[in-house]
């Protein structure tokens, strides 16, 4: 089957660092590309990176910028989001999703996992 699995997210205060996990299953992760999303109460899901696994390039939303990093060994399952010197604003709900390249379909969304981040 194919499946997403987040993790890695909890409290931290505000400056302090998490890493994510978004763990894959069931396909080939070179036609995908991998997006990380996050929703916070009351607000819309915004996206907030993405990496393009064939070749690693990645893309990042202006707040995150500097701060949150995406990365992927090489033949790995899984996709990482390093995020650094963590913002009240980042607090939100993180999910992760993998669409495919050519024929612009998802992988079924995971649960997400919760970023609080205190002043």
């Known amino acids: 089957q194919l499946q997403i699995v987040e993790s890695g997210g909890g409290l931290v205060q505000s400056g302090g660092s998490l890493r994510l996990s978004c763990a894959t299953s069931?396909?080939?992760?070179?036609?995908?590309?991998i997006h990380w999303f996050r929703q916070a109460p009351g607000k819309e899901r915004e996206g907030v990176s993405c990496?393009?696994?064939?070749?690693?390039?990645?893309k990042y939303t202006e707040s995150v910028k500097g701060r949150f990093t995406m990365a992927r060994i090489n033949g790995r399952n899984t996709v990482y989001l390093q995020m650094n010197s963590l913002k009240p604003e980042d607090t939100a709900v993180y999910y992760c999703?993998?669409?495919?390249?050519?024929?612009?379909?998802?992988?079924?969304w995971g649960q997400g996992t919760q970023v609080t981040v205190s002043s």
């Open positions: 999703n993998a669409r495919h390249r050519v024929f612009n379909q998802d992988v079924d």
């Open positions: 069931g396909f080939t992760l070179e036609y995908y590309t």
């Open positions: 990496m393009r696994i064939s070749d690693g390039r990645t």
